[in-house]
């Protein structure tokens, strides 16, 4: 069955400081996977994405994602984080036939002047 | 820009009562879908709808159904409110099922039930 692990419930770090959220999923295919965010009382906004081709995906608001078919990875990263970036994340995989998303239970990033 | 609005973000029932949560996109979108997000549990999928008048079950339907009348509308139901429905709850939307779609999503409606 598909599903997405997001490891760390809560992460915290000082702004400017680099970041990376980690994602595991499993699924039989090649995956079709997806990063959002969600500030406080808001709905989900969308990141970044990948279907194929470059592993290394870059979106939105300076972050990046990589690829990793071996690891099962699709880990977020930032070079420095700003305090606008405190927020909650989601990783997600999704059925290619009906666009079904499967999200892991998300990441809460606290950020620190 | 894509928009997908839902018309209320905050509510409060009474348990027992029924209840609609409604939901327009303005992008002409084929797929329709509503999420319920809850703490600890990231979003689970109720219902999702690829046409007018269709619907499939997602992974937690029980004690919902969906009304699609109409391209642009998705509606959740809940025909009795209970309090363990009291959670917030996503719409989202995307074009036609296929390979590279972006899938959006609207502010989301707080649901209390008491």
């Known amino acids: 069955a598909q599903s997405v692990t997001q490891p760390d419930i809560h992460i915290t770090v000082s702004e400017g400081a680099s970041l990376e959220l980690r994602c595991n999923y499993s699924?039989?295919?090649?995956?079709?996977l997806f990063w959002y965010v969600q500030s406080p009382g808001q709905g989900l906004q969308l990141l970044l994405k990948y279907f194929s081709g470059d592993t290394l995906v870059q979106g939105i608001k300076g972050f990046e994602a990589e690829f990793k078919r071996s690891q099962s990875s699709f880990n977020l990263r930032k070079p420095s984080v700003h305090w606008s970036d405190a927020a909650e994340y989601f990783c997600a995989v999704a059925d290619p036939d009906t666009d079904k998303l499967i999200f892991g239970t998300g990441t809460r990033l606290q950020v620190f002047p | 820009d894509v928009k997908v609005t839902q018309s209320s973000r905050y509510l409060v029932k009474r348990t027992g009562e029924k209840v609609f949560l409604e939901c327009v996109q303005d992008?002409?979108?084929?797929?329709m879908f509503w999420y319920r997000q809850d703490p600890g549990l990231g979003l689970r999928l109720i219902y999702f709808?690829?046409?007018?008048?269709?619907?499939e079950k997602g992974d937690i339907p029980e004690g919902y159904s969906v009304s699609r009348e109409k391209k642009e509308r998705f509606s959740l139901i809940l025909e009795s409110a209970s309090t363990n429905q009291t959670s917030m709850y996503l719409c989202?939307?995307?074009?036609?099922?296929?390979?590279?779609?972006?899938?959006?999503f609207g502010e989301g409606s707080w649901l209390t039930v008491v």
């Open positions: 709808s690829y046409d007018v008048k269709m619907k």
């Open positions: 992008m002409d979108h084929e797929n």
């Open positions: 989202a939307s995307s074009r036609v099922p296929g390979r590279g779609n972006t899938i959006y």
């Open positions: 699924y039989g295919a090649t995956p079709y």
